[in-house]
């Protein structure tokens, strides 16, 4: 990563897309670009819309579609500062798009892989056992460069049930025994049983390469009663800016003294929930606004289906973050 305060930065998403609404590609792309990103997206399937209506219609994305695409970026000589994969379908989709990403660190170094295992949630796995085995083979390939997994992704990619900081911890612990190539983790979403009112996000960086040391740390965020399709892919497209942000602004060396608040990942983690909560608690907001135009009594708990991206836009200009990180021990 470069110290030039005005680089524009350029990203290779891979992803799925929408044409109406807002997951994969088509959550992630405004808000980088609004951040001062140049995106360039490369769509694992292309959809109506996503599943959570009930029905949508469209096509998939097949491994020599998705290969014959990056051979056409590669022929007219694009360059990218971080590849971003997200949703992928099928066993031989995402070894296609693993031999893409290999291929993009093996030619350029300093290209950043930030990878989000997309396998399930909510405690439904939805990708066969042989994409969670293709799963662990690319993490520890030596090219990942920052894993995004939530609770039950986190929990099948190591073995450990998530049931409290401990357990959370254990399961950090045990992923970097697994994965020990992989410098940056953070643990998206975790919910305890215990604690419905909060959710928290963890993450552990890398401190010191000759001792493979990393420093855990993680937050505590106010949950809001309703679910929101596409939360996950803003978050780790906002996460992937914030990431080379606080990092590209770090001076000196990461070590053991080095305060938890000013750890890049830690900064760059508490940008992102800030700014996701705002657009969260906006999206709310206009649901609200919508049952009481149409009469209707606020349910206990709300499925929104698409987030109000345009209207946040100011959101993602945030620099810094409200939320107290934490260390485990």
Request: charge should be negative; charged fraction near 20%; include cysteine.
């Amino acid at each position: 990563m470069t110290k030039e305060s005005n680089r524009i930065h350029r990203l290779l998403s891979v992803q799925s897309h929408v044409v109406h609404g807002y997951v994969g590609n088509s959550a992630a792309t405004f808000p980088l670009q609004y951040r001062g990103w140049d995106v360039d997206a490369l769509n694992t399937v292309q959809f109506s819309n996503h599943p959570g209506y009930g029905t949508f219609k469209g096509t998939r994305s097949s491994a020599d579609d998705l290969k014959e695409i990056y051979q056409g970026l590669n022929e007219i000589g694009t360059s990218y500062d971080a590849v971003l994969t997200g949703y992928i379908p099928g066993d031989e989709g995402l070894k296609a798009v693993g031999e893409i990403c290999k291929d993009l660190v093996r030619n350029d170094h300093h290209v950043k892989w930030i990878l989000d295992p997309v396998l399930g949630d909510n405690g439904k796995i939805y990708v066969s056992e042989g994409n969670i085995e293709m799963y662990k083979q690319l993490l520890q390939s030596g090219y990942v460069s920052l894993v995004t997994p939530n609770q039950l992704e986190l929990e099948v990619l190591t073995g450990v049930q998530v049931k409290d900081l401990k357990s959370l911890e254990e399961a950090i612990t045990k992923f970097h025994e697994l994965y020990d190539t992989i410098e940056n983790l953070v643990v998206t979403s975790v919910q305890f049983d215990d604690d419905k009112t909060h959710l928290y996000s963890a993450g552990s960086t890398k401190i010191n390469e000759a001792t493979i040391t990393h420093k855990t740390f993680h937050f505590k965020v106010p949950t809001i009663n309703a679910s929101f399709s596409g939360s996950g892919d803003l978050f780790s497209g906002l996460l992937t800016s914030a990431f080379f942000k606080y990092y590209d602004r770090f001076e000196g060396s990461l070590t053991n003294s080095t305060p938890i608040e000013n750890l890049p990942l830690v900064q760059a983690l508490n940008e992102v929930l800030t700014i996701v909560e705002k657009v969260l608690l906006l999206t709310f907001e206009y649901q609200v606004e919508l049952y009481k135009q149409r009469g209707e009594p606020l349910p206990d708990f709300v499925k929104i289906n698409d987030l109000k991206l345009v209207q946040s836009r100011d959101f993602f200009l945030q620099d810094l973050g409200k939320f107290e990180p934490k260390s485990f021990n």
